[in-house]
């Protein structure tokens, strides 16, 4: 049991925690801060949150369990902000979808405090953002990955992983480079390709015409194209170096299919849709681990 909360960024994935962790009986009382008032006031409307905080640091007072939940660029002045209440015994953490960067502003920032970070990404989350969309049940059956540094405190990494597995998560440990590699090939690729793939239907002459006639396959392949664009040139920008190796060996094989195609050879390029096909189906039959080499259950 906690005795407070403190969420820093009162969206959809902090909104969430919240819930969660009352849901679960885990905390007493909830205080929250966003840069925009009206967001806080009905995060205490819908009982996210009991206690409107005036500023970052003011939700780490009193707290002896802080959610960074705001976009990955804004996680270094999010440190700065509440550096000097970062206390040790205090657990601290995000939920950032880069891990690297974040990884790095930490030790910029915290300094000798930055064993109370516990960095954290929860694979959750829904087409529809912001605190109205906050669901207590968001994290249930979702895999969480936190990827602990060496200066990280043993004892914190232990209450990460209780409190995420407490509200139904599965917790899962990997290095940040690791992590960031893993999501470069699939999650942070897919999302450029179906921006690159819709953009290129729709800005040809006729692309319009084209829209009326899509079925589900185009819905489904195009769905993360509805992302949020501020968030997603963020991840994009933060995770540039692994984004673009994964662009290259997507390019290589676009290649490959592209020359059998322009050649007109029907078996080989049946051949090259075989091991996809197939793989993809044994996957959607039993998903493998994530990958990164170390990935604990708990």
């Not at 660029?73 to 960067?101: C, N, W, Y």
């Amino acid at each position: 049991m906690f005795n407070q909360l403190g969420v820093i960024g009162c969206g959809l994935m902090g909104g969430s925690f919240a819930l969660a962790l009352k849901r679960a009986g885990l905390v007493k009382r909830v205080i929250g801060y966003s840069k925009s008032p009206s967001t806080t006031e009905r995060a205490k409307k819908q009982g996210v949150i009991d206690v409107v905080a005036e500023s970052a640091l003011l939700a780490v007072s009193g707290s002896d369990i802080v959610l960074i939940a705001v976009p990955v660029a804004a996680t270094e002045t999010t440190f700065k902000a509440i550096r000097h209440l970062v206390e040790p015994g205090v657990l601290v953490m995000d939920v950032g979808s880069t891990k690297r960067d974040v990884v790095d502003a930490a030790r910029r920032v915290l300094r000798e405090r930055v064993g109370s970070f516990v960095p954290a990404h929860p694979i959750a989350g829904k087409e529809a953002s912001g605190i109205r969309h906050a669901d207590a049940t968001l994290y249930s059956g979702c895999q969480v990955i936190i990827t602990p540094i060496a200066q990280t405190s043993p004892e914190l990494v232990q209450k990460a992983t209780d409190v995420w597995s407490a509200i139904g998560a599965q917790v899962l440990k990997m290095t940040p480079e690791n992590h960031d590699a893993a999501f470069a090939a699939v999650s942070h690729l897919p999302h450029l390709l179906a921006f690159a793939y819709f953009s290129a239907v729709v800005n040809q002459p006729a692309g319009r015409d084209y829209l009326s006639l899509a079925g589900p396959g185009f819905r489904d392949f195009t769905r993360i194209a509805a992302s949020s664009p501020e968030i997603w040139r963020d991840i994009l920008v933060a995770n540039r170096e692994e984004v673009l190796k994964q662009s290259q060996r997507f390019r290589q094989a676009l290649d490959a299919l592209e020359h059998v195609l322009f050649e007109g050879n029907g078996d080989a390029l049946e051949g090259l849709i075989r091991g996809p096909a197939e793989g993809r189906a044994a996957w959607q039959m039993g998903a493998p681990r994530v990958p990164g080499g170390g990935a604990a259950k708990t």
